[in-house]
């Protein structure tokens, strides 16, 4: 008989350990000690697929459910979850270091207030399934923080987050990321230092000339040559290490209202004013 086999007609049990550490228990008397209940789907769907792993990762029992666990398995499993599943929820944002990564914010949370540093935008994702507007951000230390509806936030706390995001978290999707006018209009020079030729920096200097602005834009007809497509709807090539000045070109003033930058830029091809949010 196979250990499959064996393991399909066998009954377990789970118990804590001194150090409360999950342990299971074989009705045959076999202990596989730390193992850790994983959801499958812990965001989408937290009750259905479930399963106990080993301290190798390798899975020992599978559930459709998370359910299905007996009711003393349960209690144990949920006071496990809750404590690894813990992520603080942000409430407000009351100020970031830099809009360059790495950047430490100041938040306030559910339990107070509290700082993270972003190591990179692409620490910040949304997360399916809880509603649409939910972002789930990831700090140097490997904490999870969420926010659970960015439209909830008040009005300061967006612009600073606005700054780190490619994307409008209400909306789903920037009008920076259905334009490119302004990569088209102005000269973008930036601090030299923040070339790849310099320590720390991180704009390749290929995608450079001398004088330390984006190629392309030095010109009386300027256009980013890491501008892709055409206006409007064009993209940035580069637009997780784009320079600071581009982070710093906003759609939005702290009024709510399109600022000046844009709706010039956006004139010059024909396009409307943005509206104010």
Not at 110 to 119: D, I, M, N, R
Not at 141 to 160: N, T
Not at 184 to 210: C, H, K, L, N
Request: with cysteine.
């Amino acid at each position: 008989m196979t250990n499959d086999l064996l393991s399909f007609h066998r009954t377990y049990s789970l118990r804590k350990d001194a150090f409360g550490n999950l342990d299971l228990i074989w009705s045959d008397g076999e202990v596989i000690e730390r193992v850790t209940p994983v959801r499958a789907f812990p965001f989408s769907d937290p009750d259905n697929g479930f399963s106990l792993v080993d301290s190798e990762s390798h899975e020992v029992v599978w559930l459709n459910s998370i359910n299905d666990l007996k009711a003393e398995d349960r209690v144990l499993v949920d006071e496990v979850l809750a404590t690894r599943e813990f992520m603080p929820v942000i409430t407000r944002i009351e100020s970031v270091s830099s809009f360059n990564t790495p950047s430490t914010w100041q938040i306030e949370t559910a339990q107070g207030k509290t700082q993270l540093v972003l190591k990179g935008e692409e620490h910040i994702r949304r997360i399916n399934g809880m509603g649409g507007n939910n972002l789930l951000i990831s700090d140097n230390h490997g904490i999870q923080f969420l926010i659970k509806d960015v439209s909830q936030l008040d009005k300061h706390s967006r612009q600073l987050l606005d700054r780190f995001l490619w994307f409008d978290p209400v909306s789903t999707e920037s009008p920076c990321m259905n334009c490119g006018a302004c990569c088209a209009m102005y000269r973008v020079s930036f601090y030299w230092a923040e070339a790849s030729d310099a320590p720390g920096g991180w704009i390749s200097v290929e995608t450079t000339e001398q004088l330390r602005c984006m190629r392309g834009t030095s010109s009386k007809t300027p256009r980013c040559e890491q501008l892709k497509g055409n206006i409007p709807g064009a993209l940035c090539g580069i637009y997780e290490n784009r320079p600071s000045v581009c982070r710093e070109l906003e759609p939005y003033g702290a009024d709510g209202k399109p600022t000046d930058q844009c709706t010039w830029a956006r004139a010059a091809y024909g396009l409307i004013a943005l509206q104010g949010v």
